[in-house]
């Protein structure tokens, strides 16, 4: 599809650098192939947020003392040094790029005259023969042609050497952050950038983009799974850090690349988004060999819309005081909702609607664990309802989903038409009609987190291995000055923010350890709702 100028406004783009680099930012766009609305979304979320919404296209250097130590650190050993630099744009650019990047000593002055310029900061002097190279323009002779006539081409040139159409294909703004900026400084912006993107792009003329799960072409799969259940991990190696996502028995993938000691690089569609991970081949069937119970269903059935089901609403005597009707939906009145746009908003309305609950305060005994079972699954429900996120209490029988499928009517009756999901089964439901009801499965913490952030409702669902058992969901929420989310030494978030009623309430916490991996659950996954 073709980039618009509406798009590049609706994320922040003044009308004035839209009418300078759309042009050029659309024709080297298509060249390049990022013409799919998740790699149109992806790229402009990136080099939005690079650019300081495409004000930024030349690397100011005029740092002060607190500035060099912030930023360049490592090259300023001692505040005494940072003070005979400070404020000398040419001596910063010389010193702290000098000898790297292709780049002379201190003494040759290109550390300041090949500094980063353009929509994504092109830098080095091996960066802009690279670049002259694939633009077959020399701007090494005339680096500042990169800012004043390439600032567009430099990105879609970083975007396409770095291959990360294939990274956005996948969904995958974690690791295009990596790729871009070698950590996830400004993660919780780009991320909100993309979902903007995301939306603009919605909103253009149907017919200019391809459908949703295969955005991307290249998924062609040739493999299945064989076991009951396969974990999706980030890396070829068995660590709770790794894992991804868990892949179900019959699940189509695509071998991209093989891999040392039996691993293999696979393409896999989750919540209608393909993603790249690593299985162990040994545990996929080609499609073409006959596994007689799971052979691949090739002509997918056409899929039932369910009408979304609760007991009756709004009676006065369902309270959070109240330890009957947990069935039911909360009745009390002057309940809080999310109700606003803007991602701020709608977080601080997240988090009064976790105040109003308050699930570890003695009297709200609506949420008091009983003998043998937790409630976490009863304070989801209350949350995503006041959130505006559908999420079921009770969800219809089996007889009850057949009549709707003839298309009868099916009245609403407890324990005959419909019946209560615990957290076990909120953990299929999810799976199985999450996405119809405009649930999304995210594969890391890191992005779960930041879409809590900006006001989404979030959930971190596990299921026991024996089904006896209380599963468990847990809210993932905004973080606040008290409550931050723990990352590792790359900037990854390992453990987030989290309010869960589970035996021991409590309303805002960060687990000391990752409950879900505990050898007590046999699948879990982490979910987020817009």
């Known amino acids: 599809m073709k980039l618009s100028g509406d798009v590049l406004g609706k994320l922040g783009v003044s009308s004035a650098d839209v009418d300078r680099y759309l042009e050029p930012l659309s024709a080297a766009m298509a060249r390049y192939g990022i013409e799919s609305r998740l790699r149109i979304a992806h790229f402009l979320a990136q080099v939005v947020h690079e650019s300081g919404h495409f004000k930024h296209v030349e690397e100011n250097m005029n740092y002060s003392v607190d500035g060099l ?52 900061q092109l830098t080095g002097k091996s960066n802009y023969k690279a670049f002259s190279s694939w633009l077959e323009e020399d701007v090494v002779v005339a680096p500042e042609r990169v800012a004043q006539q390439f600032a567009a081409q430099s990105a879609v040139y970083f975007w396409d050497t770095h291959h990360l159409n294939r990274l956005a294909d996948t969904d995958d703004i974690r690791r295009i952050t990596e790729a871009i900026n070698g950590g ?35 998924f062609k799969p040739g493999h299945q799974v064989v076991p009951l259940q396969l974990n999706l991990r980030s890396a070829p190696r068995v660590a709770p850090t790794t894992w991804m996502a868990t892949l179900h028995q019959g699940c189509k993938v695509q071998i991209v690349s093989q891999f040392a000691d039996g691993w293999v690089q696979v393409r896999v569609p989750i919540s209608q988004t393909v993603r790249e991970g690593f299985v ?77 609950l308050d699930c570890a305060a003695a009297a709200h005994r609506r ?64 799976e199985d009609h999450g996405p119809q009801f405009g649930w ?35 809210l993932v929420v905004p973080q606040q000055d008290e409550f931050q989310a723990r990352h590792d030494a790359a900037g990854r978030v390992t453990r987030p923010v989290q309010s869960m009623a589970s035996g021991k309430n409590r309303k805002y916490t960060v687990s000391r350890s990752a409950w879900w991996l505990d050898d007590h659950y046999q699948a879990f996954a982490f979910w987020r709702h817009p």
Not at 307 to 328: D, F, M, S, W
Not at 401 to 415: E, H, K, Q, T, Y
Not at 464 to 472: E, I, K, M, V
């Open 69 to 120: 130590l912030n930023v360049f650190g490592k090259y300023f050993p001692s505040r005494t040094m940072a003070q005979t630099y400070a404020r000398k744009p040419m001596m910063i650019g010389n010193h702290v790029y000098a000898s790297r990047m292709g780049n002379g000593n201190e003494a040759s002055g290109d550390g300041y005259r090949y500094r980063g310029r353009g929509l994504m």
């Open 184 to 218: 996830l400084k400004g993660f919780d912006e780009r991320r909100l950038l993309l979902e903007k993107a995301k939306a603009a792009l919605r909103d253009e003329p149907e017919g200019l983009s391809t459908p949703a799960v295969m955005e991307s072409s290249d």
């Open 280 to 356: 162990a081949e040994r545990y996929l069937a080609p499609l073409a060999i006959s596994r007689g119970a799971f052979d691949p269903v090739e002509a997918p059935l056409p899929e039932l819309t369910l009408p979304a089901v609760h007991l009756q609403q709004n009676l006065k005597a369902i309270t959070r005081a109240a330890e009957t009707g947990r069935a039911y939906p909360l009745g009390e009145g002057r309940r809080p909702h999310r109700t606003a746009s803007k991602p701020a908003a709608r977080a601080a309305q997240l988090l009064k609607i976790i105040d109003y």
């Open 367 to 430: 949420y008091k664990a009983t003998a043998g079972s937790t409630c976490c699954d009863i304070y989801a429900y209350d949350y995503c309802n006041l959130a505006g996120a559908y999420l079921p209490r009770v969800w219809w029988t089996e007889r009850a989903l057949l009549g709707i499928a003839r298309g009868d009517l099916v009245p609403v009756a407890f324990s005959q038409s419909v019946r209560e999901l615990n957290a076990n089964a909120l953990h299929d439901w999810l």
């Open 440 to 474: 999304y499965r995210e594969v890391d913490l890191t992005t779960l987190q930041a879409a809590a952030d900006a006001g989404e409702v979030c959930l971190l669902v596990a299921r026991r291995n024996d089904p006896n058992l209380a599963g468990q969901i847990a």
